[in-house]
C-alpha cells in the first residue's frame, strides 16, 4: 500500500500562488496517474487535477487556466501549481493515484486563501 505525503500548503491573499508537492514513500509511483484532490467539512472530496506517467493532464473546470499539475524531473514528486488563487479554492489537498486503486491517504495539506 503506497504512502502519500503532501506539502506546500498555507496562508496566501486572493490572487495569489502556491506550489504543492506530493511524494510516495516505499516503492514510488509505479507509472500509474496521479491526481490532486481536495476537500472541506462541508463538499466531498473532488478531483482537481491528474497526470499520467508521460504528461498527460485533466483539470477540474473551476481550476483550468490557474493550476498545473506536473512531474518533478525525476518524477519522484506530482507538484501542483496554483496560480491566481480563490477563497473557493480553501481547502484541504490530497494526493493519490487516480484509477489502479487508491492507496492510503495522506494527512492531506491545507490551502487558505484569505485576505
Known amino acids: 500500500q503506497a504512502k502519500f505525503v503532501e506539502s506546500g500548503g498555507g496562508l496566501v491573499a486572493p490572487g495569489g500562488s502556491l506550489r504543492l508537492s506530493c511524494t510516495s514513500s516505499?516503492?514510488?509511483?509505479?507509472?500509474?496517474?496521479m491526481a490532486w484532490y481536495r476537500q472541506t467539512p462541508v463538499k466531498q472530496r473532488e478531483l482537481v487535477a491528474s497526470v499520467t506517467s508521460d504528461g498527460n493532464t485533466d483539470y477540474a473546470d473551476s481550476v483550468k487556466g490557474r493550476f498545473a499539475i506536473s512531474w518533478d524531473n525525476a518524477n519522484d514528486t506530482v507538484i501542483l501549481s496554483m496560480n491566481s488563487l480563490k477563497p473557493e479554492d480553501t481547502a484541504v489537498y490530497y494526493c493519490?493515484?487516480?484509477?489502479?486503486?487508491?492507496?492510503?491517504w495522506g494527512h492531506g495539506t491545507q490551502v487558505t486563501v484569505s485576505s
Open positions: 516505499g516503492r514510488g509511483f509505479g507509472g500509474v496517474p
Open positions: 493519490n493515484r487516480r484509477g489502479y486503486g487508491f492507496g492510503a
